[in-house]
T-cell receptor, first 114, second 112 residues
Framework: DTEVTQTPKHLVMGMTNKKSLKCEQH?????MYWYKQKAKKPPELMFV???????INESVPSRFSPECPNSSLLNLHLHALQPEDSALYLC?????????????FGPGTRLTVT | EDQVTQSPEALRLQEGESSSLNCSYT??????LFWYRQDPGKGPEFLFT???AGEEKEKERLKATLTKKESFLHITAPKPEDSATYLC?????????????FGSGTRLSIRP
């Protein structure tokens, strides 16, 4: 099974709200990723977790706060977002961070900031 | 600077009309090249990994090949359900934190 699940599928939030995106995988993968994707653009890496520790932060604004509670779960906490943060947020996982391991993506959360 | 370029940007084919998508790359230390398919509003679906020049992989109507400078995704006798955006991604670098670099994708449309 190569499934990565994400909830919710859709999220509409105001600029003063606090919300969280959730991602889960049960493939035993030890690397998990958050990507942001705008329409007709490729995914843009935000964060990488390796063995539950933050490995890469691509200079993402602090209004995005990732969390990896255990090896199967990845959260992205959102606070005081801007309308330009509206996008498809994708979670992915791979066996390890380094090496040549393919990433498996979830279906994404469509976020709209009003 | 590491770079991945896909062409064409968009491709419209008639059902059954075979063609190829191109992914050219300039990176230091190729670790792996990946092909993904993405339907609108959904996450990318993994198709293939290629590791070294000369390698080929096939799945149904798709065949991926790799040279030292580029990869091709050949689609044979496509069907309308093959319509999607096809993304190429490269993992490069010699450090432990090598990143994946995505190309901008080819939007493929197959007319019945």
């Amino acid at each position: 099974d190569t499934e990565v699940t994400q909830t919710p599928k859709h999220l509409v939030m105001g600029m003063t709200n606090k919300k969280s995106l959730k991602c889960e995988q049960h493939m035993g993968h030890r690397a998990m990723y958050w990507y942001k994707q705008k329409a007709k653009k490729p995914p843009e890496l935000m964060f990488v977790y390796s063995y539950e520790k933050l490995s890469i932060n691509e200079s993402v604004p602090s209004r995005f706060s990732p969390e990896c509670p255990n090896s199967s779960l990845l959260n992205l906490h959102l606070h005081a977002l801007q309308p330009e943060d509206s996008a498809l947020y994708l979670c992915a996982s791979s066996q390890r961070e380094w090496g040549s391991y393919e990433q498996y993506f979830g279906p994404g959360t469509r976020l709209t900031v009003t | 600077e590491d770079q991945v370029t896909q062409s064409p940007e968009a491709l419209r084919l008639q059902e059954g009309e075979s063609s190829s998508l191109n992914c050219s790359y300039t990176v230091s230390g190729l670790r792996g090249l990946f092909w993904y398919r993405q339907d609108p509003g959904k996450g990318p679906e993994f198709l293939f990994t290629l590791y070294s020049a000369g390698e080929e992989k096939e799945k149904e109507r798709l065949k991926a090949t790799l040279t030292k400078k580029e990869s091709f995704l050949h689609i044979t006798a496509p069907k309308p359900e093959d319509s999607a955006t096809y993304l190429c991604a490269v993992q490069a670098g010699y450090s432990s934190a090598s990143k994946i670099i995505f190309g901008s994708g080819t939007r493929l449309s197959i007319r019945p």
